[in-house]
């Protein structure tokens, strides 16, 4: 018998000792999300299909920008805890599973990190 | 025999298996519940795109020039298309799941009328970004 109460067991220390965290997580992204996408993507569709030096001068726009990287690294994160998911409920071959999930995590850690120093990148450099 | 996904063979003998999604009639929860997923997966592609665009952007013209063709071609205008509506439709039923989340909207007629507004409000949503992207 522990001195814990069942919810603080609960609470951060599931059977996978990492309790409601992805539940959580994947919440927090999305309403961060519903905020951040009407934000990213009316200067976006304004942005798609113009030359390279317009969409230079929208995204120096520090609002464009600020909410760009937010969107990009909130949006890949979402990303990885979903394909999670998805990967969790239809892969059952074991070595595949695992390296579908290893290359899911690294894969969209880079392309998030890669997408919102490329915004900054725009901003201050280019 | 089968196999468990620990590799360990399970005698299931000549049980049938439980009836799975083919057995039942299409209803606007299941089918919308489908609908979240698929789209979850297609706004997957729809940012990998994205991504390469900013990307390419930073690294400057030249390479920007290239991605820039290959998504105002026609095939990426077809692409864009479809990433545009999956985004509006998993938006907005992305909004109907954080409702239920926090408690609300669990009577059946209310889970059929938010599925309405979530489609109806997807759709306008779709309206709107093409009017602002076709034009600027």
Known sequence: MTMMTSRARVRGL???KSGTEHWWTQRLSAISLAVLAPLFFIPFAIALGKPWDEVVTIYKHPFNAIVAAAFLLAVFHHMRLGLQVVIEDYIHAPALRTGLLIFVKLGS???GFAAAFSVAMIAFAV | MSQTEHG???NRGNRPLSPHLQVYKPQITSVMSIFHRVTGVGNSIGAILVAIWFISA???AGPFDTVNGLL???VGHLILFGFALSVCYHLCNGIRHLLWDAGYG???DQVKTT???AVSAAGLMFLGLMIVGWMN
């Open chain 1, 14 to 16: 599931g059977s996978a």
């Open chain 1, 109 to 111: 850690l880079l392309l």
């Open chain 2, 8 to 10: 360990a063979a399970v």
């Open chain 2, 58 to 60: 930073a690294i400057g």
């Open chain 2, 72 to 74: 105002t071609s026609w």
């Open chain 2, 106 to 108: 669990f009577e059946l």
């Open chain 2, 115 to 117: 599925g309405i507004v």
